[in-house]
């Protein structure tokens, strides 16, 4: 699952390693996946051979690799989706739904293991990109924009709605998902049903520094993998986390901070919270 950190650690590896590349071949084995761009699959590697990549830009957890004739390459690997580095070489999994080489080595391999995959991706004109993946720029990018708290007080506020749906609402904050609301939510000491418009100006402080140092914590740990984790895979033989995850996967685990179970509520839709009801209120 690729969120704000994961994707932006990935945005830099991208820079760092294909900006520059010309694309040499393009394998689409899963048509969906370009539909909301492209009619058909030979009209995307069409418009992708050959092309130069000339940046790596992110919004939210949306890469754009810029081309050099005033397009852009999107990814938009939402859900399940991974995208990741590989040799020119390497076989492409059986979820492998996007194969791009380059002239001079490597290659990209987009991938989903739902049965329909979410990821899309497609070649737009360079202006019409954010647009393109129904992206306004209105919702707040952590990573990107220069907020005060004051101005993500009123963020909040006007959003009007539970914390947990804020924070993974697009049109509010840009890039977050399940994982990181909730690690960011236990950091602050908030619960995930908190309606927005009613924190106090301490709270909100103490809501925005985490979200900050939450973010940061795990591009340092560049990422997390995890889809849905097994508790038993983000505790050690002692019961204490083994990485940046305090709270997100660890129902009935002890909370690191209270030592009580760490609860999970249904919030409709597939949306499910995780949080220790002892130090969120």
């Known amino acids: 699952m690729l969120e704000l950190p994961e994707v932006e650690v990935l945005r830099k590896d991208l820079e760092k390693e294909i900006v520059g590349k010309r694309v040499k071949d393009v394998i689409v084995t899963t048509a969906s996946i370009v539909r909301p761009f492209h009619h058909t699959r030979p009209h995307f590697v069409k418009a992708l051979e050959g092309k130069k990549i000339e940046g790596a830009r992110r919004r939210g957890r949306t890469i754009f690799l810029d081309l050099d004739d005033e397009n852009t390459w999107v990814i938009d690997a939402r859900g399940t989706a991974s995208l990741h580095r590989e040799t020119a070489n390497e076989d492409p999994g059986a979820d492998t739904h996007l194969v791009v080489t380059f002239t001079i080595g490597g290659a990209i391999h987009l991938s989903d293991h739902a049965d329909e995959p979410e990821v899309s991706t497609g070649v737009v004109p360079t202006d019409e990109a954010l647009e393109a993946v129904g992206l306004t720029g209105d919702g707040f990018d ?27 609402d697009p049109n509010v904050i840009s890039g977050i998902g399940p994982v990181y609301s909730d690690e960011i939510l236990y950091e602050a000491g908030l619960r995930y049903d908190r309606e927005s418009d009613s924190l106090t100006s301490q709270e909100v402080r103490r809501l925005f520094r985490a979200m900050h140092e939450v973010i940061a914590a795990a591009m340092k740990f560049r990422g997390s993998s995890l889809d849905e984790p097994d508790p038993d895979d983000t505790v050690d033989d002692e019961g204490e986390a083994v990485e940046h995850l305090k709270v997100y996967g660890r129902e009935g685990l002890p909370s ?9 509520a249904d919030l409709g839709n597939g949306v499910v919270a995780y949080y220790d009801p002892q130090s969120q209120y």
Do not use: G, H
């Open 256 to 264: 690191l901070r209270s030592r009580k179970p760490i609860e999970k």
């Open 142 to 168: 952590p990573l990107e924009d220069n907020l005060t708290w004051m101005e993500f007080a009123t963020l909040l506020a006007d959003a009007d709605m539970a914390l947990k749906l804020a924070f993974m």
